[in-house]
């Protein structure tokens, strides 16, 4: 036997494994198990005798649900920020006519004490103008969610202080009325909770003076209160007497509802 011959035999041969198949995932269920979502299999190895196969649910039926909920929870962001505007915008309009009301009550008694007949009647006009102008902004009736109730019960629940409780159930009561509700409804509650019962912290109340001291420098010609026309400023004023809501709100928040109300 020659040497090649020997050295072919004598050679290891090594055998050629086919590769590996790795199981296909599609975009689906890879978006779906991003989210938490479980095969039926996976799910009956983790519920064990509770495994309901009623709650097995295909990949693309569990992105397409949460996609559905996510667009319908923006919906109702949308429709719950127009409603707060709507609530803004007939406040702000509803105190211009009040402001205008009294400006005309009191030159009607200035009339009267004139003996100004004319005078008198021509202001008696423009009060029924008013009139019919304030019929015409009827505050629409709020719209109640199911999920939204249940948020807000929760937060109302976990209050155990009977004093905060009682603060909390006024505040919302009056937040419900301006169309807040669910988390929008919470974070207000909870905004003025902590402007009602601060939590007690030195350090927190030092920093809180520091903060308050610097905001309160001037800033060039930025827009204030005070820059307003005359009857702007009556009509916030109207608008934080009248509600609680808005004598919390800062200058720039009115400054926005002017301006949104004015478009």
Known sequence: MSELENAIENEEVTEVK??????????????????????????????????????VVS?????????????????????RDNDGRLADNNAFWQSQLEVQKDELLSKRDEAIDLADKDEVKKIDIQLKDIEKQEGNLKPTAPQFDPADIQAENNYLASLTNRSQKLFAQDTANQYINQGYAGADLVDAIKLDMDKEFPAKNPRREEA??????????????????????DMDRKIISAM???????AKKSDGDMLKIIEDSKR
């Open 208 to 229: 809180t003076l520091t903060t308050s001291k610097s905001r309160s420098k001037p800033s060039g010609d930025k827009a204030t209160v005070d820059n307003l026309g």
């Open 18 to 55: 086919d590769p590996v198949e790795m199981p296909k995932v599609n975009a689906f269920e890879a978006k779906a198990r991003q989210k938490g979502w479980l095969s039926a299999d996976e799910l009956k190895e983790k519920k064990g005798d509770d495994f309901d196969p009623d709650n």
């Open 240 to 246: 934080r007497n009248s509600n609680s809501k808005y």
């Open 59 to 79: 990949a693309r039926q569990f992105v397409e649900k949460g996609e559905m909920i996510s667009a319908i929870n923006q919906l109702k962001k949308q429709v």
